[in-house]
C-alpha cells in the first residue's frame, strides 16, 4: 500500500490501501494483462510464480511512463515474500549477501536531515556486517538522481550515467562546430565579396550597428532554415533509431512545446555566434575603402588568420573522427570473426529456468 501510494501509482483497478497487503497477492499493469489475460477480466485470476505458487491479481495499474527507473510490469507483495520464507529470513547471514535487484525506498519527514540518516545507516552496517575484510556502508540517493546518476553496481532500472549522457551530448556539439566552422568560413570568403554593397550602405547612411545586424540576421535566417530541415529528417528518421536497439526504451523522442522553442532558442545563438565574426569586421571598415574595392590589410590579414585557425580546427576533428570510425570498424570486425574455440551454427541456447536438463533434452529429442 506505502508503495503505491509513495510512488503514485494509478490503479485502473482494485484499492490501493489493501492490493498489496495480503500475502500472493499482485498488482500488473494494462499492458502486462492484456499479454498474459487477453481480453479476460484479469482481476482475480491466477499466476504461478515460482517459487510462491498461484498469486491473485488484486490490482490493474496504469502502464509506466517511459522515463521512468521503475520498469517494472508486476508488483507483489512483500508479505509473499515473509510468508514463504518466514519472518526472520533477512536475518539469516548468508542470505543477506544475496538482495541482488532489491532496493529499499525511504520518504524523510519534512524537517529530516539526509545526512542524518546516512549516519544512522553507516552504524548499522558497521553493527550487522563484522565479516573480516569485508565493508560495507549505506548513502542515500534522491529519487531524481537515479536516471540520470552515477553508474553504480546492481544498479536500478536504466542504466544511463552521467557519463554516458556527456558522451551523447559531447559527439554533436563536435559535429555542430565543424558545421559552424565551415559556415564561418564560408561568411567569411562570401563577405569579402560584397565589399561595395557595404560601401554604398554606409555611404547612404547605414550605421555600425545596422552593418552588424545584417551579417547577425543573415546567418540566424539560415540557421531557422537549417532546425526546420533537421526536424524534417528528424520524423523520417527517428523511428527506426528507435528500433535499433533496446537502450531507448526509456526515451519518448514526441517533441512538445518546450522542445521546439528550445531549438528556436539554440538556431538563434548558433547564428548568433556564426554572423558575429563578419559582421564585427565589416561593421568597422572604412565605406570609402570598400567603395574603392580596397581592404585594410592589418584587418584583413586578421581575418584570414581567423579562417585560417578554423578550417585547421575543423580539419583536426573531421581527421579525429575518421580515425575514429576506422577504429570502431576494426573492432567491430575483430568481435565478428573471434575465434571463440567452438562451431556457432547450428547451436540453440535455451533458458532451462530451473526444468531437469535430462528432461528437456527427452522432450526435444522427440
Not at 155 to 167: A, F, H, R, T, V
Amino acid at each position: 500500500a506505502a508503495y503505491l501510494s509513495m510512488f503514485n501509482f494509478p490503479l485502473l483497478e482494485g484499492d490501493p490501501a489493501t492490493a498489496l497487503t495480503n500475502p500472493n497477492t499482485m498488482v500488473i499493469t494494462e499492458a502486462a494483462a492484456t499479454r498474459i489475460f487477453g481480453k479476460k477480466e484479469p482481476m482475480g485470476q491466477f499466476v504461478s510464480i515460482e517459487p510462491f505458487g498461484d498469486v491473485m491479481v488484486s490490482g490493474v495499474a496504469k502502464d509506466m511512463p517511459k522515463n521512468t527507473h521503475l520498469k517494472a510490469e508486476i508488483l507483489v507483495s512483500y508479505s509473499t515474500l515473509t510468508s514463504h520464507y518466514g519472518s526472520s529470513f533477512t536475518e539469516n547471514k548468508k542470505d543477506r549477501y544475496k538482495f541482488y535487484n532489491s532496493y529499499a525506498y525511504l520518504q524523510l519527514a519534512p524537517n529530516s536531515h539526509p545526512s542524518s540518516v546516512e549516519a544512522f545507516l553507516k552504524r548499522v552496517a558497521k553493527e550487522k556486517y563484522t565479516m573480516k575484510g569485508f565493508h560495507a556502508s549505506f548513502n542515500l540517493q534522491r529519487l531524481d538522481k537515479i536516471v540520470p546518476g552515477p553508474e553504480l553496481e546492481n544498479d536500478m532500472g536504466n542504466e544511463w550515467s552521467y557519463q554516458e549522457i556527456l558522451l551523447i551530448g559531447i559527439l554533436p556539439i563536435i559535429i555542430l562546430f565543424v558545421a559552424c566552422s565551415n559556415y564561418v568560413s564560408l561568411a567569411i570568403s562570401q563577405s569579402l565579396k560584397r565589399m561595395k554593397e557595404i560601401g554604398v550602405r554606409k555611404v547612404m547612411g547605414a550605421k555600425k550597428r545596422h552593418i552588424f545586424f545584417q551579417f547577425v540576421l543573415e546567418s540566424t535566417i539560415i540557421m531557422l532554415l537549417s532546425v526546420v530541415l533537421s526536424y524534417w529528417f528528424f520524423e523520417i528518421i527517428r523511428n527506426e533509431t528507435l528500433s535499433l536497439t533496446n537502450e531507448t526504451d526509456m526515451i519518448d523522442l514526441n517533441p512538445g512545446l518546450g522542445t521546439f522553442v528550445g531549438f528556436i532558442f539554440f538556431a538563434i545563438l548558433v547564428g548568433f555566434l556564426s554572423g558575429i565574426v563578419p559582421a564585427l569586421y565589416f561593421s568597422r571598415i572604412s565605406p570609402l575603402l570598400t567603395l574603392k574595392g580596397e581592404e585594410p590589410q592589418a584587418k584583413t590579414r586578421g581575418l584570414f588568420s581567423l579562417r585560417k585557425l578554423v578550417i585547421t580546427l575543423q580539419f583536426m576533428l573531421s581527421l579525429g573522427f575518421t580515425f575514429a570510425v576506422l577504429i570502431m570498424a576494426q573492432q567491430y570486425r575483430y568481435s565478428v570473426k573471434y575465434d571463440l574455440g567452438f562451431n556457432q551454427e547450428k547451436i540453440l541456447n535455451v533458458d532451462l529456468q530451473r526444468a531437469d536438463p535430462q528432461l528437456v533434452k527427452n522432450e526435444f529429442g522427440k
